[in-house]
């Protein structure tokens, strides 16, 4: 068990309900401290209007919930697709963080082709987030890289590379995307220690089921400790659970959920004992 105060643990928006009243019932049903948004009933942040933003601010104030940063799809495209699309939703998203008081924006760094040398892209993929990272600093906002698999920035070393050379932006840990690209997740922590901003909590099985925190394969508890003890305090969690599809996916599965509603209170639950959390 890790334990200690100060922790700050929040939903990641992509696991929950899309309507934002159902999004902060489930985040104060299991009592964090608020979310890391990525959609609600108006769409995906990035696209959302000035107005709907308005709305989703004043239902955040009135619950006291905080926004922990806005997880985009920004940077999920293949490095060949169409940059200035991309570019148009971060400037979109600036806005919308203005109106949210969200300083961090969670992107990914380009789909590289299969079966092609990714160093052969490393700077195209700098130039284009170099780009964005501009964008976000004039809107004193901070750009957060996700090691997402299949990525250019899909393994510790490149996602290296790309905060080495853009000292900006920052980190998000997110231990499963790791497991996938088939890197040590505790080699990869070393590696990217000193630029991390938050952990993403998830974790996955040897045949690739994403369980609750400490039941697979992803070093959770190791890694939590780790972040703890360099001062790390923000936790998103977001395992996305498998929900039974009919009532033929019996509960002999143990890491299957009724609903989305359980399966969140049991990802919320498994990493509430792994640091120490009642309720």
Known sequence: MVKMSGVKLFSH???LRAELSDQIEAVKRNGLNGIELGGTEFGPI???SFVAACLIRKKLNDSGLEVLSLST???RIGIRDDFEA???KLKNTLEVCKVLGADKVRVSSFFIPGFENPDDYQQLVIDRLGRMNELAGAHSVTLCLENKS???GGTAERCHEILSALPEMVGVFNPVEFVKAGENVLNAWDKLRSRIA??????????GKPVPAGSGRAQIRDLTRKFIEKGGRNFSIGPRLTVRRSNKQTEQDRFSYKNS???FDAACGGFKAIIGMRG
């Open 198 to 207: 938050y952990v993403h909590v998830s974790d996955i099985t040897d045949d």
């Open 46 to 48: 990035s696209d959302i």
């Open 86 to 88: 991309q570019i148009e």
């Open 13 to 15: 928006g992509g696991e």
């Open 150 to 152: 299949g990525c250019y």
């Open 261 to 263: 509603d359980a399966a």
């Open 73 to 75: 799809t920004i940077g």
